[in-house]
T-cell receptor, first 113, second 107 residues
Framework: DSGVTQTPKHLITATGQRVTLRCSPR?????VYWYQQSLDQGLQFLIQYYNGEERAKGNILERFSAQQFPDLHSELNLSSLELGDSALYFC????????????FGPGTRLTVL | ELKVEQNPLFLSMQEGKNYTIYCNYSTTSDRLYWYRQDPGKSLESLFVLLSNGAVKQEGRLMASLDTKARLSTLHITAAVHDLSATYFC???????FGAGTRLTVKP
């Protein structure tokens, strides 16, 4: 158990809908990262937040957005969902001063029908 | 654009044998990470390599980094079944991951 929690564990929804995935980092970690893992694209970095501010952006679609709240939990919002958005979404957190060693949460499996 | 290439992508080996997984990347980076993923599970951090020449060992796994050659290796010594998993390298720039090496260790 990495100490990073993600909810929900599974999510099934329809095309065109909007969903929110939630992540709570390990206690004391200021950075949160979001990743998408699919068979087609492999593991892709989406976005990083550090202490509430966006720090780095990867291959995140415009339909997707994220934020990190004052209590450091983070949410990833996915809108206008398409079939191709079906994937495993991981959140990771990293300790301050640990050169980005990341601790991954259990993931949210999103299925878009 | 940064490319991270792992090879092999699939590796089937017998218990007790040694083998090396390679991770090549296309642009300068001083930091490289190795992760392990068991089927249906999340990723677990194995090694963080922070400088040229860095070598780290944990049990039967040893990782090294050559930033000049833009190459990292993950060496498996005397493989055991418990090492069966997918191994990913990731380069610090944009946290770009390789495609993963699916390792199967057979008795």
């Amino acid at each position: 158990d990495s100490g990073v929690t993600q909810t929900p564990k599974h999510l099934i929804t329809a095309t065109g809908q909007r969903v929110t995935l939630r992540c709570s980092p390990r206690s004391g970690d200021l950075s949160v990262y979001w990743y998408q893992q699919s068979l087609d694209q492999g593991l892709q970095f989406l976005i990083q937040y550090y202490n509430g501010e966006e720090r780095a952006k990867g291959n995140i679609l415009e339909r997707f957005s994220a934020q990190q709240f004052p209590d450091l939990h983070s949410e990833l919002n996915l809108s206008s969902l398409e079939l191709g958005d079906s994937a495993l979404y991981f959140c990771a957190s990293s300790p301050r001063g640990r050169y980005n060693e990341q601790f991954f949460g259990p993931g949210t499996r999103l299925t878009v029908l | 654009e940064l490319k991270v290439e792992q090879n092999p992508l699939f590796l089937s080996m017998q218990e007790g044998k040694n083998y090396t997984i390679y991770c090549n990347y296309s642009t300068t980076s001083d930091r490289l990470y190795w992760y392990r993923q068991d089927p249906g599970k999340s990723l677990e951090s194995l090694f963080v390599l922070l400088s040229n020449g860095a070598v780290k060992q944990e049990g039967r796994l040893m990782a090294s980094l050559d930033t000049k050659a833009r190459l990292s290796t993950l060496h498996i010594t005397a493989a055991v079944h418990d090492l069966s998993a997918t191994y990913f390298c990731a380069v610090d720039n944009d946290m770009r991951f390789g495609a993963g090496t699916r390792l199967t260790v057979k008795p």
